[in-house]
């Protein structure tokens, strides 16, 4: 019986295997947010699912970024992250938006690209095992306003106690290579420890 059966058996998983569509969604590490961290999940902005995947990989850093391109008030910021996801895809040739979490000047945070796939950058460091957190603005000329720096702090502090993140690792993208990201706006928050000490407080709550 298990003669007749096993070629049969054999050639039905040859067969799946071969036509089953790359099939990514189930893959997706899925976070739950505490109540009292409200983020924008994916289903609900409209992103895209993914066309195809990376290797997946560990969180071991949180690295804080800008987007690098001012941004005007009042913008819809379900848009913006909707062209930035075509843009990525279609013209950066990545698998999503390069980064993991992008917050809106409102404070507002919305999930981009599942976190347990690397970024991207144009830039020339390796950013597999970071956690990206990108401000939505450009922060060498704006002032980061106390609505996103609390959502920097929040949402930093959920990562570092999600993946045992220490606090030296969070850093700014200029720490790892020539670039003006994520502005010094923001960096000085990164330099000065203000966004390193508060985390802190939240994990020893
Ligand atoms: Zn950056």
């Not at 990545?94 to 993991?100: A, E, T």
């Not at 996103?148 to 200029?174: D, N, R, S, W």
Request: charge should be neutral; charged fraction near 20%.
């Amino acid at each position: 019986m298990y003669k007749r059966l096993c070629p049969f058996l054999f050639s039905l998983i040859i067969f799946c295997s071969c036509t089953a569509p790359i099939k990514t969604d189930s893959d997706i590490l899925e976070l739950n947010y505490p109540a009292t961290l409200p983020v924008i999940r994916r289903a609900d902005w409209g992103w895209q699912p993914l066309k195809r995947t990376l290797p997946t990989h560990a969180i071991s850093k949180i690295t804080l970024h800008h987007g690098g391109v001012d941004y005007p008030p009042g913008k819809d910021p379900v848009k913006y992250l909707r062209e930035l996801q075509q843009w990525s895809r279609t013209e950066k040739k990545w698998i999503d938006i390069p980064y993991h979490f992008m917050i809106a000047p409102s404070g507002a945070i919305y999930e981009a690209r599942p976190i347990n796939y690397p970024g991207a950058t144009n830039t020339d460091y390796d950013p597999t095992g970071h956690a990206l957190i990108c401000l939505i603005g450009n922060y060498e000329n704006a002032t980061v306003n106390q609505e996103q720096l609390q959502a920097i702090i929040e949402m930093t502090a959920f990562l570092a106690m999600q993946f045992y993140v220490p606090l030296y690792a969070i850093k700014g993208h200029k720490d790892y290579t020539e670039t003006l990201c994520p502005g010094k706006n923001l960096y000085q928050y990164i330099e000065n420890g203000t966004i390193q000490s508060r985390v802190q407080e939240r994990l020893i709550k």
